[in-house]
């Protein structure tokens, strides 16, 4: 942590002028290195696709990023603020967001509770007893919300009753919520349908071109169609980046995908 | 799915609260008012009051366990605590120590130093998960038992304190048993309406996302901690009005009112009532003072050694949660979900409540 001051780079008032830096980041389980100097800098409103198989630590590295997790080593800056040791809702709060790659909802709660408290989080209030009225701005803007990712039919469903697909779909309101800077999208195509995906990659090319994003995806006509910049990473570092044309096109990275000549 | 959606929509827009209290509120409402003209004082004092009560002392276990997801067995220590405090800042017949401060300053004093335990028990409490949040709370429920049965100086050890009553005021005697019932009636309803109230603030709908998934809950950015010992504060108060109209029910309060036994029986009450919703914790109540007071009976009745009275209780609730794990309420939601099924299709009739 003590050597983040090296960063000279970029514009002076934001600090840099990059949305997400990570500087040497490792993290450690014991003996097993998920993560072995990773270094990443993406600007604001950029779209990036992480790929890789199974295993090279794509996940963890959501999870430091977001403060799930401390990394062993290196450092994080958020819009070139240091947020290494920031506890998660501490990063919420500076507009840091992400989905889940296993649904994590309130399951007892209805869809518009889900995206309530997702809008509220990140706003005042959050212990307060009294309920929100009609036309509430909150209320408002998560009904809004649920519109955005085609839920509204099901606006007052419990989420225990939802599809999966449904349940995917309700992960990208709640990290929509309370203006998002930056989202971590952690797999939001696995297990949807063809028709599914195709509303998805509307929704993730409809954003706002201030919002940017990594998206993790195995997929990778979504992956591609989603993103500017590709990082590849295998074994738990970074091996190759590029535009997705070029990664589409890089031998190395067919071998791995198609379980080639890998080093496994 | 597509039907719940629009008039589930357009009934969260009603205008008044008043349109949207079911009739069978109305009802009941009624029953409870005018149920005094009808029965005998022992069943309004020994029956419904201490339903009332009883379902006060269970509803903040509810609120807990229910939206919080934090099973408490230090609910009727707190409850005992603020029946404690009364006693030692107001009057009892232990002149040695009952302060005899006025009932004004008495009550807000007894319930603020309710809540600053609960928040502190709370606060240790937070700290672990599952059966670990019942073990300490069990823990601090049986220290608390000791602890009054053998200090003599603040809780009168063994003995405890009697002729606790309440406040003579307005010109009426509130240990009258219409007034009493009235007092607990009234109590017994503003607490269930404002834990139902509260399901639905962001405070309450917080407790129940941290219920489902505290983890979720700070990456949206809430104080998972702050929430729970906050939920942990509240349901002291709650408890502790319980425990100062307990105390005055039975106009003492000693250690066996806090016991172990008694701090299950708080626990018992609440999940046969059923946890989902704060009307559980009052019928889990009536079925359980009703029970405690005719199991004797019952036993008589049949020939048998009315000793085994425990026994029928205990009957009682293996059935009711061995046909519904989830309480009478469970039982009560199978029966209108069985009742809206279409015999032909199975299919849902689409009739839902909250």
């Known amino acids: 942590m003590s050597d983040v001051s090296v960063m000279t780079r970029g514009d002076p008032q934001t600090g840099s002028g990059y949305a997400l830096e990570l500087r040497d980041i490792s ?126 039919d099901a606006i007052n469903t419990p989420v225990s009753e939802l599809s999966y697909g449904q349940q995917r779909q309700l992960e990208i309101a709640m990290a929509l919520s309370g203006a998002p800077r930056f989202i971590l999208f952690d ?37 591609l169609r989603v993103s500017e910049q590709v990082t590849m990473m295998h074994n738990g570092r970074i091996f190759k980046e590029g535009k997705p044309a070029e990664i589409e096109d890089d031998a190395e990275v067919q071998a791995l995908y198609l379980g080639g000549n890998a080093d496994e | 799915m597509a039907e719940t959606s629009s008039p589930s929509v357009l009934r969260a827009e009603t205008n008044s609260w008043f349109d949207r209290v079911p009739p069978a509120y109305w009802v009941l409402g009624v029953v409870l008012l005018v149920i005094p003209a009808f029965v005998s ?201 319980g425990g100062i109209l307990l105390t005055w029910q039975l106009s003492q309060i000693s250690p066996g009112t806090v016991g172990i036994g008694a701090a299950i029986d708080v626990l018992v009450i609440a999940v046969v009532g059923g946890l989902r919703h704060p009307i559980g914790p009052f019928i889990g109540a009536f079925i359980f003072v009703v029970l405690e007071t005719f199991a004797k009976d019952f036993l008589v009745t049949l020939g048998l050694s009315g000793d085994r009275f425990q026994l029928v209780i205990g009957l009682g609730f293996l059935i009711i949660v061995f046909f519904s794990p989830d309480g009478l309420l469970g039982l009560w939601d199978k029966f209108r979900a069985a009742r809206n099924r279409d015999p032909l299709t199975g299919q849902d009739r689409g009739e839902r409540e909250l």
């Open chain 2, 41 to 241: 004082d022992f069943v309004m004092g020994e029956i419904m009051a201490r339903a009332f009560i009883m379902g006060i002392i269970a509803l903040s276990l509810m609120l807990l366990g229910g939206y919080g997801g934090m099973v408490s067995l230090a609910q009727m220590a707190f409850a005992g605590f603020a029946g404690y405090m009364i006693a030692v800042f107001g009057t009892s017949a232990i002149t040695d120590i009952s302060q005899g401060w006025p009932w004004w300053i008495v009550i807000p004093l007894a319930l603020i130093l309710t809540i600053i335990l609960s928040t502190a028990v709370g606060w240790l409490a937070v700290r672990t998960e599952g059966i670990y949040t019942i073990m300490i709370t069990l823990a601090i429920a049986a220290a608390f038992f000791y602890f009054t049965r053998q200090n003599y100086d603040i809780f009168n050890g063994f003995q405890g304190f009697n002729s606790v009553l309440p406040p003579q005021l307005f010109g009426v005697d509130w240990r009258g048993s219409y007034a009493f019932y009235y007092l607990t009636l009234f109590w017994a309803i503003l607490g269930y309406a404002v834990v139902l109230y509260i399901s639905r603030a962001p405070f309450g709908l917080a407790l129940q996302g941290v219920r489902d998934n505290p983890r979720r809950m700070s990456a949206l950015g809430y104080n998972v901690t702050a929430h729970r010992v906050a939920a942990y504060a509240f349901a002291g108060l709650i408890a502790g009005i």
């Open chain 1, 187 to 223: 797999e939001p195509a696995a297990g949807l349908s063809p028709t599914e995906r195709v509303e998805l990659i509307k929704i993730l090319t409809g954003l706002p071109s201030h919002v940017g994003y990594i998206i993790i995806e195995h997929d990778m006509d979504v992956a």
């Open chain 1, 27 to 152: 993290k450690k389980f014991g003996a097993l290195e998920a993560l072995a100097g990773i270094n990443m800098l993406v600007r604001p409103g950029e779209r990036r696709a992480v790929l890789g198989s199974n295993g090279a630590g794509k996940t963890t590295l959501f999870n430091c990023i977001t403060g799930d997790f401390m990394p062993t080593t290196g450092a994080i800056r958020f819009f070139g603020e240091d947020i290494t040791v920031f506890p998660a809702q501490e990063r919420i709060r500076r507009g840091l967001r992400r989905t889940y790659q296993i649904s994590l909802l309130f399951t007892g709660l209805t869809v518009l509770d889900n995206v309530y408290l997702a809008c509220r989080g990140v706003s005042r209030g959050r212990f307060s007893f009294v309920r929100p009225r009609r036309g509430d701005a909150l209320m408002q803007t998560a009904e809004e919300l649920v519109a955005t990712v085609n839920l509204s």
